[in-house]
């Protein structure tokens, strides 16, 4: 059964950056639709980022822009680098493929504050 453990987040301030990894413990990401999901305090969990086997990506729009996502095949790893972070922003990022096929991860804390 694939694992994925998600990593990278934090505490930073309105306006800074996070490069979060998400790692599979088989190759997966190419032949897979992959993204990230954050689930926010109240919240249900939401897609904010796709990339397709085929390596194209789509976003939310409310991170549009800001938020890109990326793999690396040969590693199995999964990013998400986030820009111009906002405390709306302030969730637990979790990876997954596109249909949720996987066991969710713990996820990784990010926390946007002054």
């Known amino acids: 059964q694939v694992q994925l453990v998600e990593s990278g987040g934090g505490l930073v301030q309105p306006g800074g950056s996070l490069r979060l990894s998400c790692a599979a413990s088989?190759?997966?990401?190419?032949?897979?639709?992959m993204g990230w999901y954050r689930q926010a305090p109240g919240k249900q969990r939401e897609l904010v980022a796709v990339?397709?086997?085929?390596?194209?990506?789509n976003y939310v729009d409310s991170v549009k822009g800001r938020f890109t996502i990326s793999r690396d095949n040969a590693k199995n790893t999964m990013y998400l680098q986030m820009n111009s972070l906002k405390p709306e922003d302030t969730a637990i990022y979790y990876c997954?493929?596109?249909?949720?096929?996987?066991?969710w991860g713990q996820g990784t804390q990010v926390t946007v504050s002054s």
């Open positions: 990339i397709f086997s085929s390596g194209g990506t």
């Open positions: 997954n493929s596109y249909d949720s096929r996987f066991s």
């Open positions: 088989g190759s997966i990401f190419s032949i897979n639709t």
